[in-house]
């Protein structure tokens, strides 16, 4: 890394307005199918993209993101289902015709290539003449801030700036959609921090569609517009992150994104749930069991935790996070949970310190027993 | 062969690490001993070859009746040899690998055949079905290497394959609205030119040295003509057989060289063949 990650130079300007005036495409997945032997990758996933939109396909390995992505790029193809691009079907065209721009989890430079030739690598296939394509590539370089890396091979870059080359290269074509799949899991972390700013604010400075394939939670609710929640084929939920984060619809969606504690708990009528010597009332519009052995699923910042002589817990380890402290407290029935608070407040609460940990009272999600 | 193996991941990740930082300790005495006997047992059967030719008859072998017929015949050889195999093999192993991924198990070991199946029954059995038109031509010759070839050739090219990433490249072409042709020409051969180098040095030799398949279709190859002309002048067939080993190490130590350096060298080592077909080879595969 040379530079820092602002993404906003005098050359780069241009090229963005160039590149936002013809894009921002509405994608659309109708009933996306698609198996690999035994294995449902897809079962019916449908999903519409706004135009300009960011949106991020989280879920873990095996949950059919990358399957899905695939088949907008037109490297799958669905056994049954259709993509549509700006409202026209776009199944039987090849992916060399179908100008979307992507980015490759493992390093995709051509080795053969110096940067600026892997970023005009697009337009030659265009048929564009060397200057205009070497002064188009320039460009998008300076955009990345790699203009100092345009004559260097690939094994001569960090990964960090082999992935910037590989979204200026995505770039430069003028794609009407950009697709990631997951262009940072194999960089470290501090430059998968930058290079996640960079990312998003290029992305929104040029407007581009951009579907971004990831099983890092932070990364989605981070850099996306909207989190589609993927599980063994199919959606769980599509929202905003501080919707997900909030109201998730699902169990496996509560416990995926965010910290979740799970608490044995006892059925009330009424929709009320009973946990650890309180009660509370169960989150609206998500899916519950009407009976049987159930679990509270709550967040560590929705519980209660007092230091109290004789209470319902011991602490038995503290993190610290900044402003906030995770206190992780042994309840009976050998159930451990974690709780959030002020790291002022936790200060006198080591480990050992017998507690009262209660439910704060907000609505909660109920899940089957595990 | 190390050379082609050695285009891993590793170097393309990072920059190139320096040679600081690792140890070097001096290796313990019984390797040089290994080394020592190893080579005396190489170099004693050279020196004598040399001791019995003596240098004077290195420029004799120039002027021997049939050695330019011969060594044409086998250049041309090593020529439709290298140049089929290249054909047939390059798109066959990049086909296995990017769609028949499992098959890949299955090539390897038809590809070994030739070393199992002792040249003697092969040629034994071309000769039995080759039509006569093929037969009265010494191309037939350069059909049969190019099965034996094709062991050395498919894991030459299998190892610059597998040193890439190809996959990925080529889909990263793909998106970027290169067809199958352009993606070829542009992105997977000029990487694998090590490999085909590799391929192309391993393959001349085997063609340049073959003599039991020669020697059976009747057909004066150099290998063939040495052992002929053994009989009329020891001491210059000799030197005839040493300049051939000279000349096919000087081969392998070209693609050592060539394969020590690196991407770029690569890149320039095609990029004449990039400039001659710059104006020709956009119009079918620009969109």
Redo the contacts between chains.
Sequence with gaps: MTSDITAGTAGGDGVAARIAADSGAPVAMQDLSRSFGTVRALDGLSLNIAPGEFLALLGPSGCGKTTALRIV???EAADAGSVTVDGKDVSGV?????????V?Q????????SALDNVG??LR???RRSGDRNRRAGELLDMVDLTEQAKK???????GQQQRV?LA??LA?EPRVL?LDEPLSALDAKVRLQLREQIRVLQQRLGITTIFVTHDQEEALSMADRVGVMRDGRLEQVAEPNELYAHPATAFVAEFVGTMNRIPAGLLPAGQVRAIGTSAGTADGAAAPASGDVDLLVRPEELRIEAVAGGNGIVTDRTFLGSVTRISARLSGDVTVKVDRPSSEAAAMTPGTSVEVSLAGAPVLVAERQ | MAAVIDTGQAGRATAPPGPAGRPRRRPPVWRWVILVLAGIYFLIPLYAALRFAGFKAFPDVLHQAGFTGALTLSLRLALITTVLTLVLMVPTVIYVHLRLPRLRRLLEAITILPIVIPPIVLIVGVLQVAPGTLKSSPNLLGLEYVVLAMPFAYRSIDAGLRALDLKTLVEASNSLGAGWLATLWRVVLPNLGTAMLSATVLTVALVLGEFTMASLDLYQTFPVWIVNFEQSSGPVSVAASLLALFVTWIFLMVIATLGGRRAGSQASMFSAVRRDTRAGGRGPLAR
């Design positions: 790029a037109g490297f090849p992916a060399a015709k179908r100008d979307m721009g992507m490759f493992s390093y995709s430079l051509f080795p053969n290539m690598f697009g296939m265009r048929g091979y690939p094994h001569q870059m960090s990964g590989a290269r995505a074509i697709l």
